[in-house]
């Protein structure tokens, strides 16, 4: 007990950044441990820990990369784990946490309201619990109709238990924009979802799943609860605008630029190179899953690719990468600069410098990460080009989940480059460098304002 209590006060001295990244790693590490017993591989021997510990950070990261074919390396139970950590990644540990502890009664305390509100990334404390209540509440319906919706297609293929089986645990994966599949004993290991190209179905429900993950939570309960664009607040229409900008531009290009591609779209019918047009731009807002084998499509296609993994989704959301908000807060920025005006205006809202700064430094951020990764990857694993390198490296950073190198056959250095980089991705590469400066700066001077000093720019 007296452990416990000495643990309960350390981490109460612990920022709300520091927990939260301390409770990703301890989730991580957790299943990890336990992907490694025996009983979670389909042939009953122990894991590679290494391999494992990869496994545990991409679902709970809820990127995709994989060292093993999900469907055929490990067991019913391995599959289990896996797709409770992706449910974790998800949703954030501490809105599990808050959810065990509604259920048992217990009261949330001011330290649990922050800790949310740093986990949902929300800006007021204000009806916190309630918000966390609607979110999980939201999702297992959101999840469970998806895995109906695609048991209905599963089962006559596959089953009734493995039908309905499949049919939840892609739900979850594409609603959590994971990329896990359970595919590979069906078309060949690392196939992913390549077998339903044609399958309007499928494809519909697994894009429609991957785009209410991406949208983010506040946005789906804000569509809920106002049903009229003119009434949704201003994150939200920003959020619905760049997210149809995107996916209706990435369709046209990925169209254009693959359509006479034999190795891609070129031999499928037009219903096929629709869906699957589709299908791949709604997937590289960070979901991971793969309709056509992307190892073949071309160079133009592929740097394409690299920017949608960048942007990602949308904030408070299941996905990664920058945020549509952030690059809509760049364009905005840029254009009014341009246009010579003093303050960025959105809907007729300005926006704060504190938000335009904000988004300097995350996409400042995301490039540096993205080269020094792409770097490191290329001399540490020279086997891969460096156009594998830097699309396994932005796909680990926007947690994205697709390959054109293979993870696989990454070496130990590697392995761990992409774990960093998974890590950094989903807890936020903002929240870890917060968390660790704020350990050895301190905060006393911040406010003292020191003479202007001029610059040249440009």
Request: proline content about 2%; glycine content about 8%.
């Amino acid at each position: 007990m007296r452990i416990i209590d000495r643990n309960i006060k350390f981490l109460q001295k612990w920022s709300s950044v520091q927990i939260i990244t301390a409770g990703f790693l301890f989730i991580i590490l957790l299943g990890a441990s336990i992907l490694s017993l025996p009983i979670c591989s389909s042939n009953g021997t122990v894991t590679n820990f290494i391999d494992s510990l990869f496994t545990a950070t991409s679902a709970v990261c809820v990127t995709g990369l994989v060292a093993f074919d999900t469907a055929t390396h490990w067991s019913l139970f391995g599959k289990v784990v896996i797709i409770s950590l992706i449910q974790i990644g998800g949703l954030g540990f501490m809105t599990i946490a808050t959810m065990i502890s509604l259920i048992r009664g217990k009261k949330i305390n001011l330290k649990e309201r922050l800790l949310i509100q740093e986990s949902l990334n929300q800006i007021d404390l204000s009806g916190i619990v309630k918000l966390t209540k609607h979110v999980i509440l939201m999702v297992f319906i959101i999840e469970a109709i998806g895995g109906i919706l695609l048991s209905i297609n599963f089962i006559p293929r596959f089953g009734f238990v493995r039908g309905l089986m499949y049919g939840m645990f892609h739900s979850i994966s594409a609603f959590c924009n994971a990329g896990f599949d359970l595919m590979g004993s069906i078309s060949g290991e690392f196939s992913s979802l390549t077998y339903f190209y044609d399958n309007a179905f499928v494809m519909i429900v697994v894009s429609l799943l991957i785009i209410l993950g991406g949208l983010g939570y506040p946005v789906i309960l804000d569509v809920l609860g106002q049903r009229r664009f003119s009434k949704l607040t201003v994150h939200s229409k920003l959020v619905i605008i760049s997210t149809a900008i995107l996916l209706i531009g990435g369709f046209v290009f990925i169209f254009a630029i693959e359509y006479n591609n034999p190795n891609t779209l070129g031999n499928m019918n037009m219903k096929g190179k629709l869906l699957s047009s589709m299908f791949q731009t709604t997937t590289l807002r960070t979901a991971g899953f793969n309709s056509i084998d992307l190892s073949l499509t071309r160079e133009s296609t592929i740097f394409f690719m690299l920017i949608l993994m960048l942007i990602g989704a949308s904030p408070a959301s299941t996905g990664g990468g920058i945020k549509t908000t952030t690059m809509a807060v760049l364009v905005l920025t840029v254009k009014d600069f341009l246009c010579g005006k003093d303050q960025i205006h959105i809907f007729e809202r300005s926006v704060s410098s504190e938000n335009i700064k904000k988004a300097m430094v995350i996409f400042f951020i995301a490039i540096f990460i993205f080269i020094i990764g792409t770097l490191a990857l290329s001399v540490t694993n020279p086997q891969f080009s460096l156009i594998e390198c830097a699309f396994e490296v932005m796909s680990a950073y926007a947690t994205v989940g697709l390959s054109i190198g293979g993870s696989p056959n990454l070496n130990i250095v590697g392995k761990f480059i992409i774990m960093i980089l998974m890590f950094l991705g989903r807890v936020g590469s903002l929240t870890i460098f917060t968390a660790i400066l704020s350990i050895n700066i301190a905060k006393k001077d911040k406010n003292i304002k020191r003479p202007k000093g001029k610059i040249i720019i440009g």
